[in-house]
């Protein structure tokens, strides 16, 4: 039988730069240095799909007597870059051709977003290296107490004798960390349901009360509570600026508001398959409603992505209620 005869160097390369998951791993490795797993946990796909695409590429390399990859070792792992001036000739032309082709969609705004955590956990973990090695207390004191509580730690810097309404509370979860340190939850929700989920979740808790209620017609009075937070919520309200109006309405002069949700994004499927009626919010966007609400000092932060996450961007947005002859109180 025979031989197939083996393509040209330039369809080779047209080849290797036609599977959209290996142009991920490219331009990925064109912005840093990467090993197998963090390639994985960015793209989140599994380890070995990576290694069968770098595969490819290193077999393009190869055959054509130029790598398209750079590869080194670093104690157990294997790094890869990109490095354009290292590119042959047609290998780079090719490359900035299909490059500028793709552009920044969403794609690659959300692999940016989880790169930056990745990169973000390793040097987390290097801290912790040189941490063990110098004492190995980081280690120890994880063993001794568990991980998780410095977090809870933190909660007891609210003021003890406050009132917190938890808006949109769902199952419970933002309620069960709120009522360890404060004198009271009202844990607010329009579902029966998920009312019923947050009663059983906090059976033990004496602290919290079930309110069934409309977020943007809240069955409070005004300033009756000293904290209003709402997390992930505002995107399945028609008037989300109502709703915030309401959390400032129900706080007390100074109080702060804090809400927790998306940042604008591209992801209209989720209108259709988890009933989203907003697409994220932009920060223009919430500090007009805040300010709008009569909440002073606003303040938007883009959480840190976790490089597991699936989902856009979350920001929290906090304001204070200003008094009615101007300024805050606290």
Same mark, same amino acid.
Request: proline share 6%.
């Given at each position: 039988?025979?031989?197939?005869?083996?393509?040209?160097?330039?369809?080779?390369?047209?080849?290797?730069?036609?599977?959209?998951?290996?142009?991920?791993?490219?331009?990925?490795?064109?912005?840093?240095?990467?090993?197998?797993?963090?390639?994985?946990?960015?793209?989140?796909?599994?380890?070995?799909?990576?290694?069968?695409?770098?595969?490819?590429?290193?077999?393009?390399?190869?055959? +054509?007597?130029?790598?398209?990859?750079?590869?080194?070792?670093?104690?157990?792992?294997?790094?890869?870059?990109?490095?354009?001036?290292?590119?042959? %000739?047609?290998?780079?032309?090719?490359?900035? =051709?299909?490059?500028?082709?793709?552009?920044?969609?969403?794609?690659?705004?959300?692999?940016?977003?989880?790169?930056?955590?990745?990169?973000?956990?390793?040097?987390?973990? =290097?801290?912790?290296?040189?941490?063990?090695?110098?004492?190995?207390?980081?280690?120890?004191?994880?063993?001794?107490?568990?991980?998780?509580?410095?977090?809870?730690?933190?909660?007891?810097?609210?003021?003890?004798?406050?009132?917190?309404?938890?808006?949109?509370?769902?199952?419970?979860?933002?309620?069960?960390?709120?009522?360890?340190?404060?004198? %009271?939850?009202?844990?607010?929700?329009?579902?029966?349901?998920?009312?019923?989920?947050?009663?059983? %979740?906090?059976?033990?808790?004496?602290?919290?009360?079930?309110?069934?209620?409309?977020? =943007?017609?809240?069955?409070?009075?005004?300033?009756?509570?000293?904290?209003?937070?709402?997390?992930?919520?505002?995107?399945?309200?028609?008037?989300?600026?109502?709703?915030?109006?309401?959390?400032?309405?129900?706080?007390?002069?100074?109080?702060?508001?804090?809400?927790?949700?998306?940042?604008?994004?591209?992801?209209?499927?989720?209108?259709?398959?988890?009933?989203?009626?907003?697409?994220?919010?932009?920060?223009? +966007?919430?500090?007009?409603?805040? +300010?709008?609400?009569?909440?002073?000092?606003?303040?938007?932060?883009?959480?840190?992505?976790?490089?597991?996450?699936?989902?856009?961007?979350?920001?929290?947005? +906090?304001?204070?209620?200003?008094?009615?002859?101007?300024?805050?109180?606290?």
């Amino acid at each position: 039988m025979k031989r197939a005869a083996t393509p040209p160097p330039v369809v080779q390369r047209l080849v290797a730069l036609s599977d959209p998951t290996r142009l991920r791993i490219l331009r990925l490795a064109e912005a840093e240095e990467l090993s197998v797993g963090e390639i994985a946990r960015v793209l989140q796909i599994p380890q070995s799909t990576v290694s069968r695409h770098l595969k490819v590429l290193g077999d393009l390399g190869a055959a +054509t007597g130029s790598e398209i990859l750079a590869r080194r070792s670093e104690g157990t792992a294997t790094l890869y870059r990109l490095v354009l001036d290292d590119l042959d %000739r047609e290998t780079r032309a090719l490359w900035l =051709t299909v490059r500028e082709q793709l552009g920044a969609g969403e794609a690659w705004v959300e692999d940016r977003r989880r790169l930056s955590a990745v990169l973000a956990e390793r040097r987390t973990d =290097t801290q912790s290296f040189f941490g063990r090695v110098a004492g190995e207390w980081d280690a120890v004191r994880d063993q001794l107490f568990g991980g998780a509580f410095t977090f809870h730690a933190l909660l007891s810097l609210v003021p003890p004798h406050w009132t917190v309404a938890d808006l949109g509370c769902g199952t419970g979860n933002v309620s069960e960390l709120l009522s360890p340190v404060v004198a %009271r939850v009202l844990a607010v929700d329009q579902s029966e349901a998920m009312l019923g989920a947050a009663k059983k %979740r906090l059976a033990g808790a004496t602290n919290v009360e079930f309110v069934r209620g409309d977020l =943007t017609a809240l069955p409070m009075p005004d300033g009756s509570v000293d904290a209003a937070i709402c997390v992930l919520v505002l995107h399945h309200l028609p008037d989300p600026a109502a709703a915030v109006r309401e959390m400032a309405r129900i706080v007390r002069p100074g109080g702060p508001v804090l809400v927790v949700d998306m940042v604008a994004h591209e992801r209209a499927a989720y209108r259709q398959t988890m009933g989203h009626r907003w697409q994220g919010f932009d920060v223009p +966007t919430v500090v007009r409603m805040m +300010t709008a609400a009569g909440l002073g000092e606003p303040r938007l932060v883009v959480l840190p992505a976790s490089g597991e996450a699936k989902g856009p961007g979350l920001f929290a947005a +906090t304001g204070f209620k200003t008094n009615p002859g101007g300024g805050n109180s606290r």
